[in-house]
């Protein structure tokens, strides 16, 4: 099977400090997995550099492009299949839910209906429904402005589910909400990823969390992978011999 993300000897580098080395890893078709490890650790300079948002040498192959690579012919249809969850969650205030939703079937329509944002029923139905997955039906009309962090982190998670894209990056998607709604939200990637087929990358915070999200754990130890494990084989003295080694740094 031909990987869907492979890096090889992947180094990033900001000014002098280096917050990639040599990171060579694959992540098949269908997979859930999680990056852990210790803040400033590189989890998630990983997942911008997949996702094409920084610059990175060595070899990367993302859904057959090169995302450190990527002409504006290619660029468009590699963020169709790429859809992202991160921190800054990118959403438009002054616009509403609903409206913040919708952009992410933007990349779907090209013309003047892309530039006024005219969107056929079956999009508009999808992004409710979406909306309704996140417990957020009655938010549709109201402005981002006017919502709560953690209201907005679910309508990040809705614009994501609602792109229908074959990889989703999720840099700690439910760091905004309170234990039992990260527990509903975390149930909802996982399952809508495994339902889907579709692949799930997400750096996880609170390691309670890994169960309800993943099958398969990354630890990332001062921009090293310290060990890639199958959830079921990882032994929680592993887990947190990462955040040991830098808290005695």
């Known amino acids: 099977m031909t990987p869907l993300i492979e890096l090889k000897n992947v180094n990033v580098r900001y000014g002098n400090k280096i917050a990639l080395k040599n990171i060579s890893l694959i992540i098949n078709y269908g997979e859930r997995v999680a990056v852990v490890g210790p803040n400033g ?4 300079t990983l997942l ?3 996702a094409g948002s920084i610059p990175a040498s ?4 993302v859904l057959g492009f090169k995302p450190n690579a990527l002409t504006s012919k290619e660029r468009r249809r590699f963020h169709l299949k790429v859809a992202q969850v991160f921190q800054g969650l990118h959403l438009i205030p002054r616009m509403t839910a609903l409206d913040n939703v919708l ?3 933007l990349g779907y329509h090209h013309g003047l209906n892309a530039l006024l944002r005219k969107f056929p029923e079956s999009d508009l139905k999808n992004a409710i429904d979406s909306l309704r997955t996140v417990g957020l039906s009655e938010y549709s009309g109201t402005r981002l402005d006017k919502m709560s962090g953690g209201e907005k982190q679910r309508v990040a998670v809705a ?7 074959d990889i989703l990056l999720a840099d700690e998607p439910t760091s905004s909400l309170d234990p039992e709604g990260a527990k509903r939200i975390n149930q909802l990637l996982s399952e809508t990823t495994r339902d889907k087929k579709r692949t799930l990358l997400s750096v996880i915070h609170n390691l309670e969390q890994l169960p309800e999200i993943c099958d398969r754990v990354i630890g990332i130890d001062r921009g090293e992978i310290a060990f890639d494990l199958p959830l079921s084989a990882l032994k929680r003295e592993r887990l947190m011999e990462i955040y040991r080694a830098n808290a005695q740094a």
Not at 41 to 44: D, I
Not at 58 to 61: A, D, S, Y
Not at 159 to 165: K, M, N, P, S, Y
Request: aromatic letters at 0%; hydrophobic letters at 40%; charged letters at 30%.
């Open 41 to 44: 650790a590189g989890k998630s």
């Open 58 to 61: 060595g070899e990367i192959n």
């Open 103 to 105: 952009i992410g079937r």
């Open 159 to 165: 614009r994501a589910l609602v792109q229908e894209a």
């Open 48 to 50: 911008k550099t997949i």
